[in-house]
């Protein structure tokens, strides 16, 4: 797999003291009933595997930000809504713990730009747009200077390129405003650096116009809100009607009951790694059954390698072959269903042939991902999925020694908690669309 890869150049041409007092709304996209399942794990697959050809290149008034989320129709993807500029311009973007760079597109953009739903963000256009600073201590360009003073106009921009997209991107920073659209229950923060692409290629965009890193790298949301910590419970893929709500500050906690906790395993220095939230994760149980995998077949190793991450902008879980192996073995094991090779239909290669496109499918037990301290525990709607008469396990395999991931589909009904200041993830079971 191909990794992140990102050019620096420099062309001739800080976040609020009040910040962390601001409040930020998510809602939800609701899922297009036009599109099958099948049709939805293919797309999120392939959105999948462009993401982590990414990674594998570059080896309210108490405080708190809360924002809407939503599915995007097809892609599998929680999709928060924001507004950027003065006068505000609404768009939605990727929520993405995986990464740490916000960016959008934005006129003028040439004729190699995705399609989205809302029109471009013209930066001539609002009074509060600036050029990032090329010795700010958020641009790229600042190591390049190595304590120099910049050229005069200097604007850094950059080609992020991904095993099949890119974009180019020049910094600039401008005021954000987050919440609903009720003004009173708003917040604008000013001085917020981000991305403003004029081109871009080989993106699989659904409804989304650009992307909010939610990682912990500097240029995150989390990082330039200086929030200790957020939250958020999402909704179920097949709830078209309900919101879930993303929290980053003091608000953000888990008043539920069953409340796990385990800590961060301490990320490589190295980007893109840098910005992952690594987990210990030991075993994995079936039912009653653990599976047997060697304690460090998902463990981080000396040189960045491997490792297990929670990523929100990931649809299916990836593990390593030697674990992934050892999971589908135990499904079939349980099932009396017809195997079929579900790869050209869903992606997903083990799936079982229902008696019907109507049938039910047979009951499983839970799932249990152990973490140091906790357990994880998924019910058979959390790991399996059904369409159009196959009934398939919603995970993947990666080669061993590479990264693993616990995507949003595993973290449906999961109400889950960063504790970045304590360097812990706590979860808990939830209805996430009562909450």
Same mark, same amino acid.
């Given at each position: 797999?191909?990794?992140?890869a990102?050019?620096?150049?420099?062309?001739?041409?800080?976040?609020?003291?009040?910040?962390?007092?601001?409040r930020?709304?998510?809602?939800?996209?609701?899922?297009?009933?036009? *599109?099958?399942?099948?049709?939805f794990?293919?797309?999120?697959?392939?959105?999948?595997?462009h993401?982590?050809?990414?990674?594998?290149?570059?080896?309210?008034?108490?405080?708190?930000?809360?924002?809407?989320?939503?599915?995007?129709?097809?892609?599998?993807?929680?999709?928060?809504?924001?507004?950027?500029?003065?006068?505000?311009?609404?768009y939605?973007?990727?929520a993405?713990?995986?990464?740490?760079?916000?960016?959008?597109?934005?006129?003028?953009?040439?004729?190699?730009?995705?399609?989205?739903?809302?029109?471009?963000?013209?930066?001539?256009?609002?009074t509060?747009?600036?050029?990032?600073?090329?010795?700010?201590?958020?641009s790229r360009?600042?190591?390049?200077?190595?304590?120099?003073?910049?050229?005069?106009?200097?604007?850094?921009?950059?080609?992020?390129?991904?095993?099949?997209?890119?974009t180019?991107?020049?910094?600039?920073?401008e005021?954000?405003?987050?919440?609903?659209?009720?003004?009173?229950?708003?917040?604008? *923060?000013?001085g917020?650096?981000?991305?403003?692409?004029?081109?871009?290629?080989?993106?699989?965009?659904s409804?989304?116009?650009?992307? *909010?890193?939610?990682?912990?790298?500097?240029?995150?949301?989390?990082?330039?809100?200086?929030?200790?910590k957020?939250?958020?419970?999402?909704?179920?893929?097949?709830?078209?009607?309900?919101?879930?709500?993303?929290?980053?500050?003091?608000?953000?906690?888990?008043?539920?009951?069953?409340?796990?906790?385990?800590?961060?395993?301490?990320?490589?220095?190295?980007?893109?790694?840098?910005?992952?939230?690594?987990?210990?994760?030991?075993?994995?149980?079936?039912?009653?059954?653990?599976?047997?995998?060697?304690?460090?077949?998902?463990?981080?190793?000396?040189?960045?390698?491997?490792?297990?991450?929670?990523?929100?902008?990931?649809?299916?879980?990836?593990?390593?072959?030697?674990?992934?192996?050892?999971v589908?073995?135990?499904?079939?094991s349980?099932?009396?269903?017809?195997?079929?090779?579900?790869?050209?239909?869903?992606?997903?290669?083990l799936?079982?042939?229902?008696p019907?496109?109507?049938?039910?499918?047979?009951a499983?037990?839970s799932?249990?991902?152990?973490?140091?301290?906790a357990?994880?525990?998924?019910?058979?709607?959390?790991?399996?999925?059904?369409?159009?008469?196959?009934?398939?396990l919603?995970?993947?395999n990666?080669?061993?020694?590479?990264?693993?991931?616990?995507?949003n589909?595993?973290?449906?009904?999961?109400?889950?908690?960063?504790?970045?200041?304590?360097?812990?993830?706590?979860f808990?079971?939830a209805?996430?669309?009562?909450l």
């Amino acid at each position: 797999m191909a990794s992140l890869a990102i050019l620096v150049s420099l062309v001739c041409a800080a976040l609020a003291s009040d910040a962390a007092a601001v409040r930020v709304e998510l809602t939800r996209i609701h899922a297009d009933p036009s *599109v099958t399942a099948s049709q939805f794990v293919r797309d999120a697959l392939r959105r999948d595997m462009h993401r982590h050809n990414a990674r594998q290149l570059a080896a309210s008034s108490d405080g708190t930000v809360s924002a809407p989320t939503q599915i995007a129709p097809t892609a599998g993807e929680y999709l928060m809504t924001l507004a950027i500029g003065t006068p505000p311009q609404s768009y939605q973007a990727i929520a993405d713990t995986g990464s740490d760079l916000i960016w959008t597109q934005c006129a003028p953009c040439s004729s190699q730009c995705f399609q989205q739903p809302t029109p471009l963000y013209n930066p001539s256009s609002s009074t509060t747009f600036g050029v990032l600073p090329c010795n700010s201590s958020l641009s790229r360009c600042a190591a390049a200077l190595a304590g120099a003073a910049p050229p005069p106009g200097c604007v850094c921009m950059y080609n992020q390129t991904y095993g099949s997209g890119w974009t180019y991107v020049f910094e600039g920073s401008e005021t954000f405003t987050f919440g609903s659209s009720t003004p009173a229950n708003q917040a604008r *923060v000013p001085g917020i650096a981000f991305g403003c692409s004029n081109a871009s290629g080989g993106f699989n965009t659904s409804s989304a116009s650009g992307l *909010v890193g939610l990682g912990r790298g500097s240029l995150s949301l989390v990082s330039q809100l200086g929030v200790p910590k957020f939250s958020y419970c999402l909704t179920p893929y097949q709830d078209t009607n309900s919101t879930s709500t993303l929290l980053l500050g003091p608000s953000a906690s888990l008043n539920d009951t069953g409340v796990s906790s385990t800590p961060f395993v301490a990320s490589p220095s190295s980007a893109p790694m840098s910005t992952y939230y690594y987990l210990n994760l030991t075993g994995i149980s079936l039912g009653t059954t653990a599976l047997s995998i060697p304690p460090n077949a998902l463990s981080l190793k000396a040189d960045g390698t491997g490792g297990f991450i929670i990523d929100s902008g990931t649809t299916i879980t990836l593990l390593g072959n030697t674990a992934y192996q050892q999971v589908r073995a135990a499904v079939v094991s349980l099932v009396t269903l017809a195997t079929t090779d579900g790869s050209a239909a869903t992606g997903l290669d083990l799936c079982f042939e229902l008696p019907s496109s109507t049938s039910s499918p047979p009951a499983m037990p839970s799932m249990t991902l152990h973490f140091d301290g906790a357990d994880m525990v998924l019910p058979a709607e959390s790991y399996m999925m059904s369409d159009s008469g196959l009934w398939c396990l919603a995970m993947q395999n990666q080669t061993d020694g590479g990264l693993s991931i616990l995507g949003n589909y595993q973290q449906q009904n999961m109400h889950i908690l960063y504790d970045v200041g304590q360097e812990t993830l706590s979860f808990a079971p939830a209805k996430c669309s009562t909450l």
